[in-house]
């Protein structure tokens, strides 16, 4: 599957920004890959020093934004699972800024961050290279809104990079 497969019926309008990250004519498996390599080059330089930096008061610390991308990535294979497998249960939508207090990230150790967000990420790739184009197709409800499998493959890929930006711009700087 690749993006310019994707229809507005397949993801709630939120989601365009992070499809619009994405080039049109790369298949979901290649830009899970590629993205991984990514995101491994980001990590890479990421000391622990850095891990507590915050760059303005009452905004995430650099581990806060690392444990958040493991979490929406996580939730949104079980997601993607769901509804490849068919299951008609409407998914239901989540408070991203109440799992950051919760996630006590602060208080990991680098990595072990990093090593999870890879194990996550390499777990997500053989999730979606496991589904078939039918699967990838199959929509369900997510937070009332018509979702694809495949959607939520890309709109994860546009997700991580999202915060990849937004690291290079205010935490590694």
């Known amino acids: 599957m690749k993006v310019s497969d994707l229809n507005r019926g397949d993801y709630h309008e939120f989601y365009q920004t992070y499809i619009d990250k994405l080039p049109r004519d790369e298949t979901l498996g290649s830009l899970l890959k590629d993205n991984q ?10 000391t622990p020093e850095k891990l507590k930096f915050s760059y303005e008061a009452g905004k995430w610390t650099l581990a806060e934004v690392l444990q958040h991308m493991i979490d929406v990535e996580r939730i949104f294979q079980y997601r993607a699972l769901s509804i490849a497998r068919n299951d008609k249960t409407s998914l239901p939508g989540f408070d991203h800024d109440a799992y950051v207090p919760a996630s006590e990230a602060n208080r990991r150790e680098l990595q072990n961050l990093k090593t999870e967000f890879s194990n996550v990420r390499s777990s997500g790739i053989d999730l979606y290279q496991s589904f078939s184009e039918e699967m990838l197709q199959r929509k369900g409800v997510v937070n009332n809104n018509p979702t694809s499998a495949g959607a939520i493959g890309f709109i994860t890929i546009g997700h991580t990079i999202h915060h990849l930006e937004l690291l290079k711009k205010k935490y590694l700087i």
């Open 37 to 46: 390599k990514d995101l491994q080059e980001i990590l890479s330089i990421i």
